[in-house]
């Protein structure tokens, strides 16, 4: 932790090379006209006085000090100042003060400057050719974590790239690519706001936003208020929704219109004895007089329980079976979604001749017939938008398209 001043000495001499005799130095905290001790040796055992007094050659003896940074005032013998110069910074030597509030730091090297703070080291490394610094921690160090400052590994200049200790990149900005990245092996979290929940809002009540990097791929987004805004500029798509990486819906603003489309509208529902038998899409259902219920909630005030429909021309439809529920949740309960609103699919009896614009009713069976006028009925399941049938069941009954009316 020695730094020598001047190496091996200084000589002050004026314009025409003439020593200045008897010339003083004034060392100080820099930035302050606080005095600065300083030494005659490097064990710090003989403080100099204050002044440093030079020679009659204009020459000081060797000063030492356990500082990086300091003020340095040279005056003639008769106290007119010479010069003033703050800051004085030194190349690293065996160390620095660890009591120092501000360290600044110079080195004459290329590659790289290794420092030890704490027994932690640590590398600050200056590539001049790829503009970038980088500080690495060794496996005593910093794990094995590295931060880039610049070119970083990416393509671009003025990047930040931070690793971890498997070397694989965590956070990464790029300005002039305006690009902010934050990864996580590719499988974990990145939390804003919070620190206590992967999933803020869901069974909690938690403010904050965590995203999923890993195949799920999910993100929580859990506040106060209103939890996001969308804004476009124009009329434009606000939100694609999308499946397989292909376009299945979007919501859209036009003026002070917003369309959700394509829209399909449908309820959760549960069968009575809570089974999850095989049910073929588009099968016509009917409530029953009991609510649908989930642990620890009681009886559903607004969703009633539901059957496959076998009372022809029943007023009790609510809808067509589309599909069960993914159980993913912390207890499973067999939940069906039934569709009753918006454009989706009917299956109909086999026997029945269907043209586009019928009106469709329930044929008992679980399967829909042809209402026997244009009327829309308590009993109406739906309208045929299209006679060309998407399916055809084994047992003969097929799906055509339609819009839903049991909403």
């Known amino acids: 932790m020695v730094q020598l001043v001047f190496a091996p000495s200084i000589q002050v001499i004026d314009s025409n090379g003439a020593p200045y005799s008897g010339a003083k130095l004034y060392t100080y905290v820099t930035t302050t006209s606080t005095p600065l001790t300083v030494y005659q040796d490097s064990a710090f055992g003989t403080p100099h006085d204050f002044p440093v007094v030079a020679d009659t050659s204009g020459r000081f003896a060797p000063i ?102 498997a070397g694989t990149a965590v956070y990464q900005w790029d300005d002039s690519a305006t690009r902010h990245i934050f990864q996580a092996g590719g499988t974990g979290m990145v939390l804003v706001g ?30 106060a208020t209103v939890p996001g805004v969308f804004n476009v500029t124009s009329d434009a798509t606000l939100l694609s929704l999308n499946s397989g990486g292909t376009s299945q819906g979007a919501i859209s603003v036009a003026g002070a219109t917003v369309t959700y489309g394509a829209f399909f509208g449908s309820h959760w529902s549960q069968l ?90 329930s044929a008992g069976n679980g399967c829909g017939r042809v209402q026997d006028d ?8 739906a309208k045929i938008t299209s006679a060309f049938p998407v399916e055809t069941y084994p047992d003969g009954s097929r799906l055509y398209p339609c819009t839903l009316h049991c909403g």
């Open 272 to 361: 009575a004895d809570g089974s999850r038998p095989d049910i073929p899409r588009g099968t016509i259902v009917e409530s029953i007089d009991q609510m649908c219920e989930w642990p620890g909630e009681g009886p559903e005030e607004r969703l009633p329980r539901f059957k496959i429909s076998d009372m022809p021309g029943s007023k009790a439809v609510y809808g067509v079976f589309a599909w069960w529920d993914y159980p993913d949740d912390a207890f499973i309960t067999n939940d069906a979604y039934i569709g009753s609103l918006g454009a989706f699919v009917i299956r109909v009896a086999p026997d029945e001749l269907i043209r586009r614009g019928d009106y469709i009713e």
């Open 194 to 223: 919070q620190s206590s929940t992967d999933t803020p809002g869901s069974s909690n009540n938690t403010a904050g936003i965590s995203l999923n990097g890993s195949a799920t791929g999910r993100g929580y987004f859990s506040c």
């Open 64 to 165: 030492y000090t356990n500082k990086s940074i300091l003020k340095v005032v040279i005056k003639t013998s008769a106290g007119v100042t010479i010069q003033s110069i703050d800051p004085v910074t030194f190349s690293i030597g065996a160390g620095i003060d660890d009591s120092a509030t501000t360290v600044v730091m110079m080195t004459t090297a290329t590659t790289s400057l290794t420092l030890g703070i704490a027994n932690q080291n640590f590398t600050i490394q200056h590539v001049d050719n790829d503009r970038t610094m980088v500080i690495a921690g060794g496996t005593s160090g910093l794990g094995g974590r590295t931060t880039y400052y610049g070119q970083s590994h990416a393509t671009q200049a003025n990047d930040i790239e931070h690793r971890g200790s």
């Open 374 to 381: 244009d009327i829309l009925r308590a009993s109406t399941v």
